[in-house]
T-cell receptor
Framework: DAGVIQSPRHEVTEMGQEVTLRCKPISGHDYLFWYRQTMMRGLELLIYFNNNVPIDDSGMPEDRFSAKMPNASFSTLKIQPSEPRDSAVYFCASRRGANTGELFFGEGSRLTVL | GENVEQHPSTLSVQEGDSAVIKCTYSDSASNYFPWYKQELGKGPQLIID?????GEKKDQRIAVTLNKTAKHFSLHITETQPEDSAVYFC??????????????FGKGTLLTVNP
């Protein structure tokens, strides 16, 4: 399997623009997680899905952030409007089943908001 | 919610020496403790994990110990090699399979192994 695939790898945008990050989980994995990584706050869980249904979005910082999972092989994280403080690396991870602990991370999307 | 503290934030050792990274957690209901390694430009990758029914687990040069009473766990790397240089994250979660699974990460330790 190709692993978790994220796009774009790098995004530079201006404040106020809409940003969409994309993720393809590993086939057969029924859990999908979005994490944000910054130097100050480390790895923070934003939201996770089970069987395409959002289970916990308590980590989503504010209404400017939204995430969807229209099918088992695709998820998006959208920021609208973007702000400089959103600059971070955003990781998508997937997991197979409820009783396995291992998360498989993608290589991340580095977002810079000017 | 769970709070995971990790120390040190940076660690530099000579090749062949041992490295120890320590973490504490706050939620007494947590019972799953994985460690992830993140190389530059990559996503974190699981290297070892432990559940609270055991106190120690070993896999070649890496080992993890857990003290549930004190709510702390540690990663031990022996005979370090330059390729061990990376950022290491500890994490904690409530029982796998439960309805409130959420993996909380420590802030990471940058390990540098000097040749």
């Amino acid at each position: 399997d190709a692993g978790v695939i994220q796009s774009p790898r790098h995004e530079v945008t201006e404040m106020g623009q809409e940003v969409t990050l994309r993720c393809k989980p590993i086939s057969g994995h029924d859990y999908l997680f979005w994490y944000r990584q910054t130097m100050m706050r480390g790895l923070e869980l934003l939201i996770y899905f089970n069987n395409n249904v959002p289970i916990d979005d308590s980590g989503m910082p504010e209404d400017r952030f939204s995430a969807k999972m229209p099918n088992a092989s695709f998820s998006t994280l959208k920021i609208q409007p973007s702000e400089p403080r959103d600059s971070a690396v955003y990781f998508c991870a997937s997991r197979r089943g409820a009783n396995t602990g291992e998360l498989f991370f993608g290589e991340g999307s580095r977002l810079t908001v000017l | 919610g769970e709070n995971v503290e990790q120390h040190p934030s940076t660690l530099s050792v000579q090749e062949g020496d041992s490295a120890v990274i320590k973490c504490t957690y706050s939620d007494s209901a947590s019972n799953y403790f994985p460690w992830y390694k993140q190389e530059l430009g990559k996503g974190p990758q699981l290297i070892i994990d432990i559940r609270s029914n055991v106190g120690e687990k070993k896999d070649q040069r890496i080992a993890v110990t857990l003290n549930k009473t004190a709510k702390h766990f540690s990663l031990h790397i022996t005979e370090t090699q330059p390729e061990d240089s990376a950022v290491y994250f500890c994490a904690a979660s409530r029982p796998l399979g439960g309805s409130n699974y959420k993996l909380t990460f420590g802030k990471g330790t940058l390990l540098t192994v000097n040749p």
